[in-house]
C-alpha cells in the first residue's frame, strides 16, 4: 500500500509541477501582450513630422562629398 502511496504523491507533484508552469508561461504572455499594447499607443500618439533637410543638414552633406 506504501508503494501505490507514493506512486500517487509523484503523479500529483508532477501534476503540480505542470499546472504550475502552464499558469506561469500564461502569466508571463499577459504580461508581455499588455506592454506591447501600451507602448503601440504611446508611439501612436507621438507623430512627428519626420525628417526634414535644412541649412546645416545641407551643409553638412556638401562637405562630406569625397
Excluded: C, P, W
Amino acid at each position: 500500500m506504501s508503494q501505490k502511496k507514493s506512486i500517487l504523491s509523484r503523479r500529483n507533484f508532477l501534476l503540480t509541477i505542470g499546472t504550475g508552469g502552464v499558469a506561469t508561461a500564461a502569466a508571463v504572455a499577459t504580461n508581455s501582450a499588455q506592454k506591447s499594447s501600451g507602448t503601440r499607443n504611446r508611439d501612436a500618439k507621438r507623430v512627428t513630422a519626420g525628417y526634414s533637410e535644412s541649412a546645416h543638414i545641407r551643409n553638412y552633406y556638401r562637405t562630406t562629398k569625397v
